[in-house]
């Protein structure tokens, strides 16, 4: 059997911002996707540049700086 569906595009996106002793840490957390082949993982994008990925429906951004948006 093929894939021949995209997945349903991941809803409820959250982020939450926190500072721990100098250490910025967004964490975005998404509802899963569904497909009837299954999801492998997601990819996640900042600015149109990839720069993680995760099998789970959330991810921990803990490479930006403090105090920029």
Do not use: C, K, L
């Amino acid at each position: 059997m093929s894939d021949t569906a995209n997945p349903s595009v991941p809803q409820q996106i959250t982020a939450a911002y926190s500072d721990e002793n100098g250490i910025a840490t967004v964490a975005v957390t998404w509802s899963p996707s569904s497909d009837d082949s299954g999801i492998a993982g997601y990819t996640v994008f900042r600015n149109g540049v990839e720069i993680a990925g995760t099998t789970t429906p959330g991810f921990d951004d803990t490479s930006i700086q403090v105090d920029t948006t």
